[in-house]
């Protein structure tokens, strides 16, 4: 069976150097934190009580996870006694094989998708095309970068990378004629294009935003009215989400409804949101005649039970990745995972296992950018320090010098006089070197960290030298030698 994850490794560094040295993707990329994420910060600002309203989405969230089975358990009974079908998929493997049993039983040559990042979690496209399934993605910028070869760059905007000349050559290829680099063109000839695959397809499959366990509701929701077609028009409809998506009750809905938007792209409600409750029934005039959900773990339940539970909160808004330094500066496909920015440095690990993924964690100067701009309050930093932490036990991915430099450390601090001798002797080299508070310039192996910004020099004298000039007090303990 080919294993669609594996063959998505690359190599992070020399991802990031490359994305460093594109002025293009860095022109684009410089634009990101002035549009959504100034959005993002404006629509909280405007809107009355809500920090409260961040606290209550992450206390829902919480308490759903606290009972997911019987929330599971609910919302698969719900669906099923409105004539929809489950399914449990154990990960990737058996979702891709699911899906594709369903399809075949159909018949289906065609399917419309709408954006999903769980069925792009799971390499659902490559999986249907290989069948022989012609798979056509119509959100307006996974169709862009679908007929571009690419994977999203962003988890709400996924050619963002690309630049207005860039999409008109990639749709071009769908002309008999060059497009012209116009938003209002490419839009209205990449809407005539999706319509016609609308009415051919003779399935539709969407991602799930949220699933109300009360009632069998799924809840789908975009700005551009493609999931609403993807979910309508074709006679048969597969919705494809990760377990951690259900909520309790449908009053719980509308505070992620008023979260999501705003942190997305700073609206206060987006476009269009979809309820949909099984399939269509005799006296609706739209909607599949087939409804199946399909559940999806990939290792979720290991993670619920663990330190990393709260990466499960996420709902995918992407205003981490509009927040965070590095996605700003390196780009979505640095990660060379299906989710980038600050949660994909979390999530990829987890899913994708962590060896093949053990700079992500470090790929983040947790300067806690990220956990301010998240509208569930995902202290995210912390969720990347339990990481570093699980690949220090694992030991092999330490070099060996820098384990050695950390046992010395901690030697160190374990002995006071051992630490007092240590900064007197910093103070007397490094110290004095400082160029108005900065080193500019380290030896050796230390030179990595100066030829890309300043060192904070330490100060020409300690404190505690300093403290007893002035005449101060030194505690007695300080002077005991050996002492802890
Ligand atoms: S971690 Fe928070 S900010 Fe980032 S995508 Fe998820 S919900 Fe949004």
Redesign the pocket.
Known sequence: MTDYAREEHHEFLTATEQALADPQLQSMLGRLGETLGARNRQAFAQLPGADALRWEAKRIKDQALAQLDQLLDQLARQIEARGGHVHWAADGAEARKIILSILEQHGVRKVVKSKSMTTEEIHLNPALEDSGIQVVETDFGEYIIQLAGQRPSH?VAPAIHMTVEQIAQVLSQESPEPLPPEPETLTRFARQKLRQHFATAQAGISGVNFAVAETGTVVIISNEGNARLTTTVPPLHIAVMGMEKVIPRMEHLPVFLKVLAR?ATGQKLSVYTSLITGPRRPEELDGPEEFHLVILDNGRSRILGGPLRESLF???????LNACPVYRNVGGHAYGGVYAG??GAVLTPLYDGLDVNHHLPHASSLCGA?QA????R?A?PELLIRLREQLVERSQRVPRRERAAYGLWAWMLRRPWAYRLATWLTTRSLGRWRRNRWLTRLPGKLHGWTAQRDFPAPAPERFRDWWQRQGKHVPAREKQPGSA
């Open positions: 988890l942190a996420c709902i995918r808004c992407g205003a981490c600050p949660i990220c701009a998240c509208p569930v995902i995210i």
